[in-house]
C-alpha cells in the first residue's frame, strides 16, 4: 500500500505540534515548580547574629534596616532624653508589607493600608490585627546581639551580661 507523501507531511508536522505543546507545558509547570521549591529550601534565620556597634549606633530619632538571614529588621533608636534601642521584625502584621520608620513623626508605618505603629511596636491604627514582633536583643562586649527566641539569645549568655528582654506580642 502507497502511502501518500501528504499524509506524512500532516503526521510530521502534528507530531512536532504535540512536541512542541508538551515541551512549553512541561516549561509552564517546570520552571514555577523548580522556583517555589528553591524557595522551600531558603535558608532559615540565623538562631542569633551579632552587630558591630558602627552597624547597629545610631542617632536619637533615627532607624536603620539590616538583614538578620532571609528577615529584614528594623533598628530604632526612639527620640529623646530617655532614647533606647528598639529592634523589630520589619514585617507588618496585617499582610506582610515591609514597614519603615517615619521619624518626623516618630511612628512605624506601612504603606500598603496605611498601617500604623508606636516606636514601640503597639498598633496605632490601620487594619494591622496586632503589635510588630520584637526582637529579643542584649549587649555584649559593645555588640549588639538578637535573637527571635529569647532562648537562642541567652545560649552564650553570662550571669552578668546586661540582658534586655523585648516584650511578648499581644
Ligand atoms: S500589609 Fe500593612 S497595613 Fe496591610
Known sequence: MKI????????RFLCGMLGSGAVAFGASVG???????????????????EIEKADYQLASGTSKKLMYGPITALLIQTPGPQSILKVFVATCTHLDCPVGYDPQHNH???????????????????PPPRRLQEFYHRFHDGKLIIALQEENLQEENSEKENLEKAPQES
Open 108 to 126: 512605624i508605618f506601612c504603606p500598603c493600608h496605611e498601617g500604623y505603629y508606636h516606636v514601640d511596636g503597639r498598633v496605632m491604627s490601620g
Open 31 to 49: 520552571v514555577p515548580l523548580v522556583a517555589y521549591v528553591g524557595n522551600l529550601r531558603e535558608d532559615p534565620p540565623p538562631k542569633r547574629m
Open 4 to 11: 501518500d507523501d501528504s499524509y506524512l507531511a500532516r503526521r
